[in-house]
């Protein structure tokens, strides 16, 4: 498995993200769903770095977070070539969700912000509270800069 590539500092996890010629339209401007999917992968990096493995919850039976809610707010372009960061916030826990702010940063310029609800659901697709120690990991995460 490859490592993360991402990091968490305070309550913020930052994800790198370059933008590839495939990433863009005729206009060289990122077509609008791969904002979407760079928020997917930074999700999934930030599970890894805090020592949640999906995948094998899914193979156990246990279940995985799927996306419940997505709301995007498109503010500025990214273009060809773009160094961008997406930062990760969790801004509300529940018992079979959590609530995350993201943002696509270019330097100091917001591109993009994503409020996303990412729901705990077994392998058929239903509800279920999360594992404890997941929660615990996000919990200790979202609270970083309160302590």
Not at 50 to 55: E, N
Not at 68 to 77: T, V, Y
Not at 118 to 127: D, E, K, L, M, S
């Amino acid at each position: 498995m490859q490592p993360p590539s991402g990091q968490i500092e305070g309550a913020t996890h930052y994800y790198p993200v370059r933008v590839f010629f495939e990433d863009t339209d005729l206009s060289g401007i990122a077509y609008h769903a791969n904002y979407l999917k760079w928020c997917e992968r930074a999700r999934s990096d930030l599970l890894r770095v805090l020592g949640i493995d999906q995948r094998a919850a899914f193979e156990a039976g246990e279940g995985v977070y799927a996306v419940s809610e997505a709301q995007i707010k498109w503010r500025r372009p990214a273009r060809f070539d773009d160094e961008l960061v997406i930062e990760t916030r969790a801004l509300e826990l529940r018992a079979a969700s959590a609530r995350m702010e993201q943002k696509v940063m270019r330097g100091e310029e917001l591109l993009a912000q994503v409020d996303i609800v990412a729901a705990f659901v077994t392998p058929a697709g239903r509800p279920r509270r999360q594992p404890e120690e997941w929660r615990r990991a996000f919990e200790k995460f979202a609270t970083k800069d309160n302590q």
